[in-house]
DNA sequence: GTTAATTAGGATAAAAATGTCTTATTTTGT
DNA sequence: ACAAAATAAGACATTTTTATCCTAATTAAC
């Protein structure tokens, strides 16, 4: 469904998020340990965050990762998982038939489509302000136990 | 979504169940020019169907794949997705936690259960019989224009 | 200024997914 | 029996994904 790679970046944006009400910032080592994820590879992937302008970074000591108090109100999963994957699996045919459309349907394509629509609704309503706020009164988790 | 390994097991199924309803067979070649996939990866697919009971083989001249009329009813696109990915599909947490419940819910999990489960619905909804005869009917369509 | 802490970027590695090729093996038709 | 046609199986190759490591650049603290 989503890759490891968007995963992280998710996982790593709301840790982030929760920062970000503190005012605080986090490394790389902090971050990957909070939400299980190796450290090397959590790093290139908060590259790629902050190559879109989803967090961003400051270098030396007392560095690290934050999110722009103007970017957290709005920001909202499907930017993160756009930013990662691009828009394939939200517009994609399931079966990789080029247009998804009613012209060509694939077999799938009639209860599929309005799936798709939900996994895009589910995307877009999901602010990482809110989820920041649940994870605070830890309704929600990063990590399994 | 779904691996490329998937997608064209699902497309080989439902040609050859359309072969089914006119009680023929088709060879590997047949079968990936139809459902626009590289004939040599097919058979590898093909093989794995053979060997988790979903479609039969026949080697030799005029041999080929077919489905079993006794398997044909009742034959869904789950019974397909779980014989090749098994069942993370519809089981998994969609961020990768290892025990999805609302015990350790993850982020996304309140929006993604319900989702998830229209996955498994439809999945299970979908009779590889029932495609097979809106192909006959050019409804849906295997491959690209 | 020097050192320590930190991100950035590039090179490399390992693993998984996807795809190809070659050689059995089996079956049918002649 | 023999030849042809087809799947089965294993080896191999390529590409993508995931992951690690090393060096450079930057910043802050002392
Ligand atoms: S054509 Fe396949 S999902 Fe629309
Ligand atoms: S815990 Fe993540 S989807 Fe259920």
């Keep these: 469904m989503l890759s490891k790679t968007c995963e992280y ?3 790593a944006t709301l840790y982030l998020a929760q920062k970000a009400h503190q005012s605080e910032r986090a490394n790389v080592k902090t971050i990957a340990k909070a939400i299980d994820s190796p450290d090397a590879f959590t790093a ?3 590259q790629q965050l902050v ?5 961003t970074s400051v270098k030396g000591t007392n560095g690290g990762f934050f999110i722009e108090p103007q970017t957290l109100p709005n ?3 499907l930017q993160i998982v756009v930013a990662i994957e691009g828009d394939g699996l939200v517009k994609d045919c399931v079966l990789g038939l080029k247009n998804c459309s009613n ?3 694939c077999p799938m394509h009639d209860k599929y489509a309005p799936i798709r629509d939900n ?3 589910m995307l877009q309503s999901l602010l ?3 989820l920041a706020t649940q994870l605070e009164q830890n309704m929600i ?3 399994s136990k």
């Design 9 to 11: 970046a998710i996982k």
């Design 44 to 46: 290139k992937v908060l």
């Design 51 to 55: 190559k879109h302008g989803i967090v």
């Design 75 to 77: 920001l909202t999963l």
């Design 103 to 105: 012209v060509n349907p």
């Design 119 to 121: 996994i895009l609704n």
């Design 128 to 130: 990482v302000n809110d």
């Design 141 to 143: 988790f990063l990590k």
